[in-house]
């Protein structure tokens, strides 16, 4: 009886024991799932923080009332506005995503905020680093000059996502072991990570013009979202597309009803020297003029008192029909066609950003036309098309006669 009783206590025991393992291990496992989940909801909200800013800074850019495509200066102490940088002597520019209107122009240019003040789920400001290519430093970029260098993010193993980023904003997390941001709060390596892969190091908080979205660890945290230049310039383009179509068709519209119903001359194009915008007698294809000649033209700063003139104008395509050029009988069907559609007294094209093996660096890339257009647009006949955009096709045209399909 004794020893049936024993082995009564001693089964009950394990039991126990057994009960307060498997008790053990699931408070455990809850712990380790209520860890994973904080951590994956930190990190949902801070790339939602990032989707939300990244969108605002991409209207902030298109709808730019002077450049289209341009986009702010950085917020460099930590007071939510733009600030100055006179002189940009490295690639890029790093501070905080600017989300207040300035008091003042920037640098002489009026810069409103995004309007929006996004943090990442650690209440911490995000950060932002921005090509200098597109901002304004006292003057304008050239919106579509995009043959200089850009910034490049890479992915965790080190491979290069995209070499064509115009902008990177991060969310910087949590402070890291040695990251003492209480008494540096400007200091970027006191916010954002370096990491290592192989022989090479990359650091998100220097102005070397390269990025990495690496794995969270203990010692890297930071989130990032990014924007290239053929992300903003889709977006910029269409905008541009829109002014254009009000803006630059009605200045030749104007200048031809001022006159005997002609189109002014293109400008001509010539690789052996930088683009030239005077109108030339004779030149049906070409660039936009600044201030044409022929026809009415009034007024006369039409063209160059467009905010935007000036940065874009090297994009400008433009073809008058032998129909109604210069000193023309002003009839068709020596006209041009577009999509198909014919009696186009001319036509103005909108180059995009440059596709595979088009070149825009030097005076000779700069002459040939099919360095900017594709398709119908660059052969110089009388036959003009849009297209889907793609990776083969970027342009956008618009039809000029005066108002009578064209508007």
């Known amino acids: 009886m004794l020893r049936c009783g024993y082995k009564q206590q001693s089964g009950a025991a394990l039991l126990v024991f057994i009960t307060i393992i498997v008790l053990g ?26 989707a939300d800013a990244r969108a605002a800074l991409i209207g902030w850019s298109v709808s730019h009332p002077s450049l289209p495509g341009m986009l702010p200066l ?9 600030d100055c940088v ?10 905080r995503l600017p989300w207040s209107a300035p008091a003042a122009p920037v640098c002489g240019d009026a810069q409103n905020g995004l309007g929006v003040n996004e943090t990442d789920a650690s209440g911490e400001t995000l950060w932002y680093a921005v090509s200098r290519n597109l901002l304004y430093d006292g003057g304008y970029p050239t919106a579509l000059d995009i043959s200089g260098d850009w910034i490049t993010v890479r992915d965790n193993s080190g491979t290069i996502i995209s070499d064509r980023v115009v902008a990177v904003i991060m969310a910087p997390g949590l402070a890291l072991n040695g990251q003492n941001r209480n008494s540096n709060p400007q200091t970027a390596s006191h916010y954002l990570d370096a990491v ?5 190091t990359y650091r998100n908080y220097d102005l070397v013009p390269e990025f990495i979205a690496a794995e969270q660890s203990d010692r890297f945290n930071d989130r990032l979202v990014y924007i290239t230049i053929d992300d903003l310039m889709a977006q910029a383009g269409r905008v541009m597309v829109r002014r254009i179509s009000s803006d630059v068709r009605n200045c030749l519209d104007a200048d031809a009803a001022a006159g005997d119903g002609t189109y002014t001359w293109a400008a001509r194009l010539n690789g052996a020297l ?5 109108d030339d007698v004779g030149e049906n294809l070409g660039r936009l003029p600044d201030v044409p000649s022929s026809g009415g033209w009034i007024p006369l700063s039409c063209f160059s008192s467009l905010s935007y003139w000036q940065s874009w104008k090297e994009q400008l395509f433009y073809q008058v029909s032998t129909g109604y050029q210069p000193g023309s009988a002003t009839s068709c069907p020596a006209c041009l066609t577009l999509d198909g559609n014919g009696n186009k007294h001319a036509v103005v094209m909108l180059a995009g950003p440059p596709l595979l093996g088009q070149q825009r660096t030097t005076d000779a890339d700069k002459g040939d036309i099919s360095n900017y257009l594709e398709g119908d647009n660059s052969d110089g006949d009388s036959v003009f098309e849009n297209q889907q955009i793609s990776a083969s096709f970027n342009d956008r045209v618009i039809c000029v006669d005066g108002g009578v399909t064209c508007n």
């Open 25 to 50: 291990a699931a408070t455990l496992l809850v712990k380790q799932l209520g860890v994973k989940s904080s951590a994956y909801e930190q990190s949902s909200n801070s790339m939602q923080a990032l």
């Open 74 to 82: 950085p917020d460099l102490d930590n007071n939510g506005e733009s």
């Open 86 to 95: 006179s002189a940009i002597g490295s690639n890029i520019l790093i501070g």
């Open 196 to 200: 290592t892969v192989g022989a090479s």
């Open 274 to 278: 930088p683009p030239d915008y005077n």
